[in-house]
């Protein structure tokens, strides 16, 4: 087969500004530190390499004694609510901990056995210095919105919406950190979830202006399943789909089943909520280069710290630049985005927390798809090429913006009240043409292909309010949670379909030109929701007993304006959840809970009516397990989920494609995740996943099959390890990730071929060069490194690509 060369891409001078005055500026800074005095020779023995975040002080100070092997001890009531300082850079021990106290009030010490300890810095009354107070215990938790030293991540607020520990969650909850996703090298969510268990982040291939993801083996393209700062990210029912970019996110939360009881509308398979960078109280500066395949350059931004003397305020912001081209000829992506963020915290009971974000996205990748002949299936002239493009570069566009601001309200009443409130303006707008293939004809190499284009908004707004009360009846304690939703959001679109010139595979001709159809479809859908829940988490002992419940009052209203009808649709729900969760002393907790789940449909059906919501059930029983004094977290469940008012055809309508809301789909599995630190400097998360899928009612072919595109098993396993020594500086990582098999159709007729593919990593700390580059890194991520050749599918004719071999190369500096 011919193929045609991808034009050259146009110089993205925006870019290629911002990296040169990034650059200058990197390198002033790098001049000036420079000037400083060089260790002696007995310091620089005892020099080592660190790159520590922004973090809660008690987390660094951890950090910092469990990689060096040096002794450090610190009192909690002393360090608590404090945030230590970045620590990037050549240092001792000693003196890493005293840059990650800079700016806290405390100072550190060695004791006459050679222990580091923290105390308050002496304060001088005259010619009197007060005594010093001498510490010994360990350091404080994480907090759970905040960074993640390592990979194991301790606590969380998406199952529950509070504060709890991962290891008293009687859900399943999995939690990828920034340190694995920049190790990683994950440049969107579904990349970043390549390693969890029970998560299916391929089933689009090497697609990037949407992340769409599978659950459990339950999931669909429409599904909304994601959420920001635990507020959900609205859609509309065509292509304006949210997608936040990983440089912006501390956390990617997966949290697995039933996810309406406190988060109302919610898919059965579950939900995942990205925590957003946050204002950082100390100097956090850094800036980064990548150059990567397919001509991609990028340049990203963060930077945050106090904005007053006594830290009331402080700031963050976040920002990026990127243009590439694609693994497909004549397609190509760009996106700029800043995202500032502000706190006020005028005492230790209140703090408001603002986010802005404005994210523009002018071209959008590859979206077209390739016929299942030539792919997974034979084909008599061999193999498309992997590059091969079934559109028109003269009807190829996608421009998308979407911009949104909001805030976070705490506020202790007292030692038992608090109040949190979240609200979160969106706007989307997108302006989308494209043409695509359905199918080959009976010879073959005759693609017929289609011509569509679509305009949508979107406005919406979301506040959710709880309060939280920490209570006691007699040896019981409770951790009430009630709380208000309000949702509104208000999508419009107008779309037009139509036909399109065929195209041969064997010599594509993308000069026909292409008669923009007209339009042919214009909804106007508004809907409204109203949710009240309550949620009480109790512990006795080692026992803990989570029950909720929640009502939705649910409006939707449609108009087509083409069609000038209307139809409106009141929705009341009762969904609820229990779970019974034990931890033992040695470190085990099992657990058992059942959920309910509810997810309003944002289609019609031929005749105009809308569909009634999807509803389900979930049972899981599991088990956790976290070594006391360990950094580790071992996650072992069982599942049993059904998913009903489930879309199939009506055989008694004389209407093409009509579907009726009969159909039953049952999902069962057996998901495993591991992630530990077994010796300093290594890190290491692996996954197990045995799902069994079936659609239990319906009225087509696929009845008793398999869903389409799940895989019968999938196994992955990535580790990391900091070298010392003579390659003392560098990190070597590297990782497998294997899928079984699946199906392309209902039927199950079409086999998508399981595969294997391997990944890896290098980064290496430029201050092993030279002093004046120890805020520097240079790391080199590779994706499937032997090019493993594999496909992704979602129906017959439906298929993709995954993605190739590809390399990211990132030059970061901090200061």
């Known amino acids: 087969m011919t193929r045609k060369h991808r034009p050259s891409a146009r110089r993205p001078r925006l870019l290629h500004c911002a990296i040169a005055v990034s650059l200058a500026l990197a390198s002033l800074t790098a001049a000036a530190q420079n000037a400083a005095p060089a260790p002696t020779a007995a310091e620089a023995a005892a020099l080592r390499a660190w790159d520590l975040p922004v973090a809660p002080l008690a987390d660094t100070l951890a950090r910092i004694a469990r990689d060096s092997g040096q002794r450090l001890s610190a009192d909690p009531a002393l360090i608590a609510g404090k945030t230590a300082a970045p620590v990037r850079g050549r240092y001792s021990p000693t003196d890493a901990a005293r840059q990650a106290l800079a700016g806290t009030g405390l100072e550190l010490i060695v004791t006459e056995s050679g222990t580091l300890s923290v105390r308050p810095a002496p304060v001088r009354k005259g010619d009197a210095t007060l005594a010093a107070v001498t510490v010994t215990a360990q350091a404080m938790q994480e907090q759970a919105t905040g960074p993640v030293l390592g990979y194991v991540a301790k606590r969380s607020m998406t199952a529950m919406k509070t504060d709890t520990p991962i290891i008293e969650t009687p859900m399943s909850i999995n939690i990828v950190t920034r340190e694995q996703m920049d190790s990683q090298g994950a440049q969107q969510v579904v990349q970043a979830l390549r390693y969890t268990p029970g998560v299916a982040a391929d089933i689009r291939g090497n697609i990037s202006r949407f992340d769409q993801i599978a659950f459990r083996g339950i999931g669909f393209a429409l599904d909304s399943f994601h959420y920001l700062d635990g507020l959900r990210l609205p859609r509309g029912a065509s292509y304006l789909i949210p997608q936040i970019d990983t440089h912006n996110v501390e956390r990617v939360e997966v949290f697995k089943g039933p996810a309406s009881l406190l988060y109302g509308q919610a898919p059965l398979g579950g939900i995942v909520n990205l925590v957003s960078k946050r204002p950082a109280e100390e100097p956090l500066h850094e800036v980064s280069v990548s150059l990567g395949s397919h001509q991609r350059r990028q340049i990203t931004w963060d930077s945050g710290g106090a904005l007053d003397e006594d830290g009331t305020l402080s700031y963050r912001l976040t920002a990026l630049a990127r243009k590439a081209n694609t693994s497909v000829q004549m397609t190509e992506e760009e996106r700029f985005y800043i995202a500032p963020s502000i706190a006020y915290k005028p005492d230790a009971d209140t703090s408001l927390t603002v986010f802005g974000l404005y994210q523009h996205d002018p071209t959008g990748g590859f979206y077209g798809t390739l016929p299942s002949s ?13 590059d091969f493009f079934d559109g028109s570069p003269d009807f190829n566009a996608f421009d998308r913006t979407q911009a949104s601001i909001g805030y976070e309200l705490k506020h202790r009443f007292n030692e038992r009240w608090s109040l949190t409130q979240n609200m979160r303006y969106w706007r989307m707008d997108l302006d989308q043409s494209q043409v695509g293939q359905s199918g080959l004809q009976a010879d073959y190499r005759t693609l017929s292909r289609y011509a569509l284009w679509s305009r949508e908004k979107m406005n919406a707004v979301n506040i959710d309010s709880h309060l939280q009360g920490d209570l006691q009846t007699g040896p019981l304690a409770h951790k009430l949670l009630i709380g208000l939703d309000l949702q509104r959001d208000r999508w419009t679109q107008t779309q037009g379909f139509g036909a399109a010139p065929t195209l041969d595979i064997l010599t594509p001709d993308y000069g026909q030109a292409i ?25 006795w002992g080692g026992w803990g007993l989570t029950l909720g419940s929640r009502f939705d009052r649910v409006n939707i209203e449609n108009n087509n304006r083409l069609a000038s009808t209307r139809t409106d649709q009141d929705i009341s729900k009762l969904t609820w959840r229990a779970a019974l969760m034990h931890n033992f002393d040695n470190g085990f907790a099992p657990y058992a809970s059942y959920a309910t789940s509810f997810d309003p449909s944002v289609t019609v059906n031929p005749y105009g009516d809308p569909f009634k919501p999807t509803t389900g059930r979930q049972y899981e029983v ?45 999902s069962r599995g057996l998901e495993f995740e591991a992630r530990f630190s077994p010796v300093k400097g290594l890190n290491v998360v692996g996954g197990l996943a045995a799902i069994n899928p079936k659609v239990t009612r319906s009225n087509g072919t696929d009845l008793g099959k398999r869903t389409v595109s799940v895989a019968h098993g999938t196994a992955s396993l990535w ?28 039927a199950n007729t079409q086999k998508i071929p399981g595969y294997g593919v391997a990944d890896a990593m290098l980064r290496y700390e430029l201050g092993r060069i030279s002093p004046s580059l120890r805020s520097a890194t240079l790391a080199l991520n590779l994706n499937n490194i032997f090019d493993k050749a594999y496909f992704t599918c979602n129906a017959a004719n439906f298929c993709n690509y995954g993605q190739g071999r590809t390399f990211l190369a990132t030059l970061k500096y901090g200061w």
């Open 719 to 746: 580790a990391d390890y900091r070298l010392g020594g003579a390659l003392a500086g560098l990190t070597v990582g590297g990782g497998v990730r294997v899928s079984g098999s699946a199906y392309a159709d209902a």
């Open 515 to 539: 008669m923009r159809p007209a339009a042919s479809t214009s909804p106007d859908r508004t809907q409204r929701l109203i949710g009240l829940y309550v949620q009480d988490q109790i512990k």
């Open 374 to 386: 030539g792919t997974i299936l034979p084909n008599p002239y061999g193999k498309l090429p992997p």
């Open 622 to 666: 599991g088990l956790k397990y976290q070594p006391q004094g360990t950094d580790a977290l071992f996650t072992l469940s069982a599942f049993d989920l059904v998913q009903q008012n489930v879309l199939t055809s009506d055989p008694q309508s004389p209407l093409p494609n009509a579907r009726v809301q009969t159909g039953e789909v049952t």
